[in-house]
């Protein structure tokens, strides 16, 4: 009888813990770089390289079924994104935007690959918010960009690892690459010469957070 208990009180407690929702913290440092081009793409602009930049924040996994989970959350996001002008204007700019993100994801587990270890995936989309920005470097006349989109859109594909390491607390690991899928120029100085210049600010990161 005591055997039957103890078994049925251990797989209480494994369906109460598949059963409640989870909330991470993650830390994300990564590289951010820019895709720049104009249409038609005729006027020599380029990016002009990469910055050290990621994410922050708080991470919630809500079970639709074993081993599948909807993701969202909160993160505070900075990325750069730096333009330049192969002619005679010698033109170089640099933006840091900062936004505040809320992603919507499908993350995915497999089994265990070893003892309290498996491996995941997640795929989406997310939304962010602009809640500051900065021109950090400036060659030329005068800036050429004369106003950034307030919004973005992007989309997101990482995998990782996760180790379980007690009962209800995990620790993971992974990486993500989040392609924008806005351009975060909105506005630039009209000369009546140049065509629309288009900005594209994308991230990967390395992945790193504690799962209560």
Not at 49 to 67: C, F, S, T
Not at 117 to 127: A, D, I, K, M
Not at 130 to 155: A, C, H, M, P, Y
Request: with cysteine; aromatic share 14%.
């Amino acid at each position: 009888m005591k055997k039957y208990l103890l078994i049925l009180f251990f797989s209480a407690i494994a369906t109460y813990s598949f059963a409640q929702e989870q909330i991470s913290i993650k830390i994300s440092p990564g590289i951010s770089y820019g895709r720049v081009h104009t249409d038609p793409d005729t006027a020599n602009f380029k990016s002009d390289g990469i910055a050290l930049r990621g994410k922050l924040g708080a991470v919630y996994d809500w079970p639709i079924k074993e081993n599948y989970y909807l993701s969202t959350g909160a993160f505070f996001v900075a990325k750069q994104i730096s333009i330049k002008k192969d002619d005679a204007s010698n033109l170089k700019e640099r933006h840091e935007i900062q936004y505040l993100q809320v992603p919507v994801l499908l993350k995915l587990y497999t089994s265990e690959i070893m003892l309290d270890t498996r491996l995941y995936v997640e795929f989406g989309v997310t939304g962010a918010i602009k809640i500051n920005d900065r021109v950090t470097n400036l060659i030329g006349d005068e800036q050429f960009i004369t106003k950034l989109r307030r919004w973005e859109i992007s989309g997101v594909i990482g995998c990782g690892m996760e180790y379980n390491f007690s009962l209800f607390t995990s620790i993971f690991a992974g990486i993500t690459y989040q392609p924008a899928f806005s351009s975060m120029l909105l506005e630039q100085r009209d000369n009546g010469t140049l065509p629309k210049l288009f900005g594209y600010a994308d991230l990967i990161t390395i992945d790193i957070g504690i799962k209560f």
